[in-house]
């Protein structure tokens, strides 16, 4: 064994399939010349590769907001797609850098897990897909049915409190990938499907016939998803957590992917210190002033990437609801840059 | 002795480093150092790695409420159960799974591997062609075939297919009758019990009276009169103390009864039908090893053919059979942790799969995991050790 | 001397020409003695050809006759649409042709796949056909060229023109190919070592040997596929980031060596100690004894059982896609679990073709085994 692995370490390091770096992870990615986002393999919307491995998603843009900010370049992102089951280990064992991936920050995920979220890119809750034929109108009506669920995820947690809670009987069938468990589903294994309502709106499209199925209308839990990073590096934490307060704030101050290089040249206060003509934002998170330009640029505000991916005009059809900003009756707030 | 006791003589003469025994004594000192020092290196960054990421350690987690639920459960359990009480739930369950695949594996295996025997040219080839089948496919490809190819056709349970004696098929599994065992059966399972120890009696007596007198009782078809007669005399004497539980049509589902889940019967199935294949080749071999001039001998002695299979070829073939097949059984326990890829809820997918997931505690988990195996492998290999000595050839 | 002519028997008259024996070949009698022997044989004779009859002709309907050869998704195989009845969705293999065998690799540089699977094939067919020429080189080549040539080529190396194509690319059936050489060419050595360990004379290094081979031995692959994913990137310092492929390729190798070296042990111990008390009589020590004498017989030998090793832990490989590791098998779950794709008959076809795979390779490498084990039979007949 001691042979082996000296072998294949000293090997793999020579070929660069391990990357050594005791500095920050903000270095290491500088080092490297790309970001490796933790994504998720299957979410229309939210993160899906195609066969040819172009991702598309909210979440995808997530990373290469961050691939923008720090490369100019959103292009320079290597996505490692990760089942709910591996995801955290991947992103404790360094395997990623950052991990966004539609999960759900809880309490003791930070507190056990040895990761930290850096904000909340999307409010959800959880819901249930059902059959039209079964004549379900409402979660209650769901007494006795056998209920498909992925592993390893907080909506197995979150199920089985609500079947405890409004003390009806139920069957569950856990399954190691979502892909396996909406199969199963959309097979006949299961009455209904649970998972974030986000998901249930991307997995209704990927039935075989999605106008057979509907969304009940509980919502179960509160899922707010993000992204997240290890514990024990504030700098990459930092710069994770204002990225995504820059989208926010890119959307409120109206800085869009068209408009960006005009708005650059604005004397509005705000705009400069916002937009890197004034101060030293930028570099502060180890990056370049002109760091949110870059971003927009990119892929543009929190808005525009979730009409892009997930909005109204897209097969999932989400409103903004709770996720509209803090202005306009949703939840999105970001502190100012100042 | 005398040229080893000159060179010892003359061990002085070569140099220390050249010294065998020094070089030996050396060689085992740095291996012995590099294995322990890579067990250091390995703890040390572990401990550092997990202590940074403030992960949590420790086995803690075992009397926290796990809070997730189960498909099937042995033993009771619900979503306020602990954690250890889920780690027992996937270890009965990897029980459940193993116990059922070897006893069909061994009965398909051993009718597979007579019919290979077999001088009938067709019979002979069709089980070969079982055999090559399923010896050279992954078993992974056999469980996804009768799991996503085969059970998951099945109708759903609106349109169930009703087998005669209320039993119920459908894409939610199979729904048998469940036995409920009423007051009185304590009295008939005591029956059972005795008529077994009478069956041992008249067996003991039979050979008593051979060895003296040579005179043969047919002590098998008494005991069976014995075992099958008496408990069902006092079934019925006692009232028929045994209830069933039909499985009745619900909204979704069909409720009651016995439900035999679809990644169950698929890991059943599956894990048999596979097994069975490497079952019946060591069958076939250790047929094969007995020397024909055994049954003419056996013959030769006026033994009937059924005396000759019971009291000479067997106890020869199981001598060769039972260490393969042995293996085939251990090997088809740790095959059935590959339950976790149709989600059937064995210790590998309840531990390492979601209680991993909610503690993210790996170290603890893989280990206890792979310790379960190992004291499955070693109770197998202690069977082995005892079986050996017992069917050693004793040599005169 | 008596007259020998009076005393023995000699026939003096020509005996009566007589009737030619009963036939005792031909189909008729083979039937007779092989089918139809006794009551019991002709019953299971008829019930299994009767099963055969039954089987056959809609199993080769549904191969072979009535597939769907080309599609686009299931609904150019759904027998409601097209309204009449269809086989084998053969389309379905045709559309994930590339993604089956080549996973997401960029469809331009697809060559160096293929190139990669022709070295491959020629280093197994000249290590393992007895009658190839250079031996010795080609287990060099086999064992020391190919793994750098099959690692440069696969995962390119921009200074000689290869760009770099990142192993989260890789995928399907040239996965199932990368672990299974891999499991061979670093389990042999360290099975060798192992093997060696044990049947050594020090206790240490014995110790040592049967820990590791009767641990992995113990337990599941599935759980060293754990400890190789979630555990191995713990034990190295913070800032190693192992590949996942790397991590599983780990956990693949170190399992198999430990069956490796069971099966090189069985080896050794067939080899009679004579052997190595004439190496020691001619004054070898125990590296060139090892290396010269005993190994090279012993290895030989055990063949058979290195190449049975082999089958297994070619059918294992599919258990990586457990740890997400998308061999030939997953990418065949995951194309039936495309919404495009996803119908009742699907996986029928699909795992009919995954299983033909498997079969070839596992069955030719057992026919070989089987014919390896009765040439050296022959060849160690005294």
Same mark, same amino acid.
């Given at each position: ?338 | ?123 002979? *080839? $069709?089980? =070969?062609?079982? #055999?090559?089948?399923?010896?050279? /496919?992954?078993?992974? !490809?056999?469980? @996804? &075939?009768?799991? +996503? ?66 005179? *043969? $009782?047919? =002590?098998?078809? #008494?005991?069976?009169?014995?075992? /099958?007669?008496?408990? !069902?005399?006092? @079934? &019925?004497?006692? +009232? ?157 | ?382």
């Amino acid at each position: 064994m001691k042979k082996l692995i000296a072998a294949a370490v000293v090997a793999a390091a020579s070929f660069g399939l391990v990357t050594g770096a005791s500095a920050g992870t903000l270095d290491n990615v500088k080092a490297k010349g790309q970001l490796v986002c933790g994504a998720n393999p299957g979410t229309a919307g939210f993160g899906v590769p195609d066969e040819k491995g172009n991702w598309t998603g909210l979440d995808v843009d997530y990373c290469r907001a961050i691939a923008a900010a720090i490369f100019n370049d959103p292009t320079k992102v290597k996505f490692v797609p990760l089942s709910s089951k591996d995801r955290f280990t991947a992103l404790a064992s360094g395997e990623v850098d950052v991990l966004i991936r539609n999960s759900t920050w809880t309490m003791s995920r930070e507190t056990t897990l040895g990761v930290i979220w850096a904000g909340i890119n999307f409010y959800d809750g959880q819901g249930f897909l059902v059959n039209k034929k079964l004549g379900v109108k409402s979660a209650t009506d769901l007494d006795g049915a056998t209920i498909c669920v992925q592993q390893g995820t907080t909506t197995e947690l979150n199920l089985a409190d609500y079947f405890r809670a409004t003390g009806k009987k139920y069957q569950v069938v856990t399954f190691g990938t979502s892909e396996e468990a909406v199969k199963a589903y959309d097979t006949g294994r299961c009455d209904a499907y649970t998972t974030d309502r986000s998901g249930l709106a991307a997995d209704r499209l990927s039935m075989s016939k999605p106008d057979d199925h509907i969304i009940l209308p509980e919502i179960i839990s509160k899922e707010p998803l993000g992204p997240l990073v290890r514990q024990g590096d504030d700098q990459w934490l930092n710069l994770v957590k204002w990225v995504h307060y820059g989208l926010l704030v890119a959307e409120e101050d109206g800085i869009t992917k068209a408009n960006v290089d005009e708005k650059a040249k604005s004397d509005d206060p705000e705009l400069k210190r916002v937009l890197g003509t004034d101060g030293k934002f930028g570099e502060s998170l180890g990056l370049s002033n002109a760091w949110l330009v870059q971003i927009v640029k990119a892929v543009g505000n929190y808005g525009e990437i979730f009409e892009r991916n997930v909005g109204p005009n897209t097969p999932l059809q989400l409103a903004r609801a709770s996720n509209a900003l803090w202005n306009k009756g949703g939840l999105q707030y970001a502190p100012p840059i100042r | 002795m005398s040229i080893q006791a000159n060179a010892k003589h003359q061990d002085p003469k070569v140099v220390f480093y050249n010294d065998p025994k020094i070089r030996s004594l050396f060689f085992q000192c740095f291996l012995l150092i590099a294995f322990l020092a890579l067990f250091y290196f390995a703890y040390d960054n572990t401990v550092a790695n997990l202590k940074k990421r403030n992960i949590a350690q420790g086995f803690a987690f075992w009397n926290v409420e796990a809070g997730f639920d189960i498909s099937q459960t042995l033993i009771p359990y619900s979503a306020a159960s602990s954690y250890g009480r889920a780690f027992w739930v996937g270890l009965l369950n990897t029980l459940l799974v193993s116990g059922l695949s070897i006893f069909f594996a061994t009965i398909i295996g051993v009718v597979i591997g007579v019919l290979r025997l077999s001088k009938n040219w067709v019979v002979s *080839r $069709l089980a =070969a062609l079982y #055999i090559e089948v399923f010896r050279n /496919v992954p078993l992974l !490809l056999v469980l @996804y &075939f009768w799991y +996503g190819a085969v059970l998951s056709n099945l109708p759903e349970p609106r349109d169930s297919i009703a087998i005669p004696g209320d039993i119920w098929l459908n894409s939610r599994g199979l729904l048998v009758p469940r036995p409920v065992m009423l007051d009185q059966f304590w009295v008939v399972s005591l029956s059972v019990l005795l008529a077994v120890l009478a069956g041992i009696a008249v067996h003991r007596h039979a050979r008593r009276k051979q060895a003296e007198t040579g005179e *043969r $009782l047919p =002590a098998g078809w #008494i005991s069976t009169l014995l075992i /099958v007669g008496v408990p !069902l005399a006092v @079934y &019925f004497a006692v +009232g028929q103390p045994l209830g069933l539980d039909l499985p009745v049509k619900g909204r979704f589902n069909i409720n009651g009864g016995l439900n035999l889940a679809p990644e169950l019967v698929a890991m059943v199935v599956g894990l048999s039908t596979y097994t069975a294949a490497f079952i019946a080749e060591a069958v076939r071999a250790g047929v094969v090893a007995v020397s024909k001039g055994q049954t003419e001998a056996a013959h030769s002695l006026g033994l009937t053919d059924g005396q000759t299979l019971r009291l000479v070829v067997m106890p020869q073939a199981l001598r060769v059979i039972v260490p393969p097949l042995n293996s085939e059984f251990l090997s088809l326990t740790k095959n059935s942790s590959l339950g976790v890829s149709i989600g059937y809820p064995d210790l590998v997918n309840v531990f390492t799969g979601t209680v991993l997931n909610q503690t993210g505690q790996a170290v603890e988990m893989v280990s206890v995991t792979m310790l379960v195996y190992l004291t499955f492998s070693l109770l197998t290999s202690a069977f082995m050790n005892w079986f050996n000595t017992r069917v050693a050839l004793v040599e005169r | 001397m008596t007259d020998a002519t009076s005393l023995s028997f000699v026939r003096s008259a020509v005996i009566p020409e007589q009737r030619p024996p009963h036939r005792v070949s031909g189909p008729l009698v083979w039937m007779r003695e092989n089918l139809f022997s006794s009551l019991l044989n002709t019953v299971l004779t008829i019930v299994f050809l009767g099963v055969v009859g039954w089987v056959l002709p809609g199993f080769i309907r549904f191969v072979l006759l009535t597939p769907v050869w080309v599609a686009s998704s299931s609904k150019d195989c759904s027998a409601d649409l097209l309204q009449h009845p269809v086989g084998a969705c053969w389309g379905f293999i045709d559309a994930h042709f590339g993604y089956l065998f080549y996973g997401q690799y960029p469809a331009g540089e697809r060559w160096r796949v293929n190139l990669f699977y022709a070295l491959e094939a020629l280093g197994i067919v000249w290590i393992l056909l007895p009658k190839a020429p250079f031996k010795s080189a080609g287990l060099a080549f086999f064992f020391l060229l190919f793994p750098v040539i099959g690692f440069v080529l696969l995962s390119g190396m921009p200074i000689i023109g290869l760009s770099t194509v990142q192993t989260h690319y890789w995928g399907g059936f040239l996965v199932t190919i990368v672990i299974s050489t891999v499991g061979i060419v670093a389990s042999l050595p360290i099975g060798v070592v192992l093997a060696l360990g044990r049947r050594s004379a020090m206790p240490i290094a014995r110790l040592v040997s049967v820990i590791m081979i009767e641990f992995v031995r113990g337990v599941p692959l599935i759980t060293v596929l754990f400890m190789a994913n979630v555990m191995f990137p713990l034990f190295v310092p913070d800032g190693w980031r192992p590949d996942s492929l790397l991590r599983v390729l780990v956990g693949v190798g170190f399992f198999s060596a430990a069956y490796m070296a069971e099966a090189v042990r069985g080896g050794l111990q067939a080899i009679p100690r004579g052997q190595y008390e004439a190496a020691q009589a001619l004054g070898l020590g125990y590296w060139q004894m090892m290396i010269k004498i005993i190994l090279p017989q012993a290895l030989k030998i055990v063949i058979p059982n290195i190449v049975n090793n082999f089958i297994g832990l070619f059918k294992d490989t599919t258990l990586v896609a457990i740890v997400g590791i998308f061999d030939f098998l997953r990418t065949i779950q995951a194309s039936l679990s495309d919404p495009n794709w996803r119908s009742g008959q699907m996986p029928l076809a699909a795992y009919l073709f995954a299983a033909f795979v498997y079969f070839i390779f596992c069955y030719g490498m057992a026919r070989y085994s089987l014919s390896m084990e009765r040439r050296l039979q022959t060849g160690n007949r005294h």
